[in-house]
Each structure stands twice: as C-alpha cells, then as structure tokens.
C-alpha cells in the first residue's frame, strides 16, 4: 500500500500580522493530517513572528501535531523567499498560500490529495499539477467573487497563453517538479506565471497529467503585489509568453485581447 501523499503548504510574509492569522487558522482547520507547512518570513518587524510563534506553540500541544518549518531572514525579494520555501519543502505537492490567502475549506488539502491518488491510479504516475477555482476576498477576508479567470478543464502549458487560468494559490505542483524549475529572479513580478509554465512542459515532457479538482480549492486575497504593479507585470508576462509561445503567436494573442476589449458589450 503506498504511504498517504504529504503536501507542504509555503508561506512567505513580510510584516503581515494584520493578514497571516487567518492564512494559518485555514492550515490548522484542514481535516487531512499529512502536513508540511513552511514559513518563510524575511526579517519582519512587526507581529508576524509572534503569530508564527503562537502558531508553533498551539502545534506543538496538538492532539496531532503538524510539521511546522519556520525560516526568518533577509531575503532578496518575494521569489528568492519563494526559492528558499522550495528548498525546504518535503512533501509529494507544493503549493503557495501567502498572508492573506486561505484554503477555501477544511477539506481543501484532502480533496487535493485524492485527486493526486485518483489520477496516479488511472496512469501510473502522480500527476504533475492537481488544480482547482479561487474565490476572491479582501482584506477583511470577504467574500469578493470569483476569479475573472476560469481554470480550463483540460490544462496544458500552452493553456496559459491565454493569460493564468489558474491562480497561483490553486496551482498544487509536484514538488519534484517544483523544485527543478524554481523561481527566476530576473522577473519581479511574474516569475510565478514563467514557473507554472516551464513547470507543466517539464511535466508534459514526462507525460504526466495535470488533474482538475472541479472545486474551490483557495481564497485569493485580491491585493497582491502583481496588481499594485500592473503595468510593470504585463511587461514581463509579455517577455514570458514571447519566450515560450513566439513572438508571433504573443502579438497575435496581444491583438486579439485589445480587439476583444474593444468589442465586448
């Protein structure tokens, strides 16, 4: 019998006390036990610590105590935290929870899992990406509305070249795979969409599946770094789609969504 599957849970914070309790509090109301949550804090100088700390504390009198790894230090920006979260992740799938950002329900992880295991069954192989729908909320945690974007039933690399159909805190990603692609710090603000990419054609390569969960897997805290620095990401989503997708096929995609725009009722 194989041993259940692990998945770790990345954080990444920099003085997020106001939004970090409730990221946690949605890792410690999961009903699947096999758990790796890491933190990774760059240096923070408010509450962010003590509330980890707390959290640590609470775990550690747990009926069933979870494996928290926590990391605080300098780092060199979010994806060099990123890195370093991939670095310390031991388990089969990552994916990317940060302060603000909650699984959507307490039987997230476990509907993750056995959506890895179903599709392992049918092909012999875990499946390179298990994804799933994000609600948004805001900063009170309320809900917002779903994601203007909707996850494709069939999701490929190429699927992405029309935009990240799949938010990057529904994205779960066998960490094998994860950790040979890594982030690259040469972009600022979208090296999440480069990663996703050239992770699923890695996974495409190996004839792995990526499996679609059919649910609301994240609640996606509608605040992120990307959209304070919109015009400054699109740049780069577009140096990223011309070099995995063409120049060609990037303009023409490019004319396609400002003609959309202009015709849409």
């Not at 926590?70 to 990552?94: F, V």
């Not at 929870?97 to 699984?103: I, K, R, S």
């Not at 192989?125 to 779903?146: F, K, R, S, W």
Request: aromatic letters at 8%; charged letters at 20%.
């Amino acid at each position: 019998m194989n041993p259940p599957l692990k998945i770790t849970i990345a954080t990444v914070t920099y003085n997020a006390a106001a939004l970090i309790e409730r990221t946690i509090a949605s890792v410690e109301a999961q009903d699947y036990p096999h758990v790796q949550h890491v933190i990774v804090d760059g240096n923070s100088q408010d509450g962010t610590l003590a509330a980890i700390h707390h959290y640590q504390e609470r775990n550690s009198l747990a009926e069933q105590p979870r494996e928290i790894n926590c990391l605080s230090e300098p780092d060199e920006g979010l994806y060099d935290a990123m890195n370093k979260a991939l670095d310390m992740a031991t388990g089969d799938y990552i994916v990317f929870l940060n302060a603000g950002d909650c699984l959507h329900e307490a039987s997230t992880l476990a509907t993750v899992a056995a959506a890895a295991q179903q599709g392992a069954s049918e092909t012999g192989a875990l499946p390179a990406v298990v994804y799933g729908h994000t609600d948004l909320v805001d900063a009170e945690g309320q809900y917002v509305g779903p994601r203007r974007l909707v996850p494709p039933a069939v999701l490929t690399w190429r699927s992405f070249r029309s935009g990240m159909l799949v938010c990057h805190q529904a994205f779960y990603a066998r960490t094998d795979l994860a950790k040979a692609a890594r982030y690259d710090r040469q972009y600022r603000f979208s090296a999440d969409f480069d990663w996703c990419i050239r992770l699923m054609r890695q996974g495409a390569k190996l004839r792995l599946r990526n499996v679609h969960t059919q649910t609301v897997l994240a609640d996606y805290l509608n605040e992120g770094m990307t959209l304070r620095n919109h015009k400054a990401s699109l740049k780069e989503r577009f140096h990223i789609m011309c070099r995995h997708y063409g120049v060609v096929t990037t303009l023409a995609l490019h004319a396609w969504f400002v003609i959309r725009s202009i015709v849409k009722p």
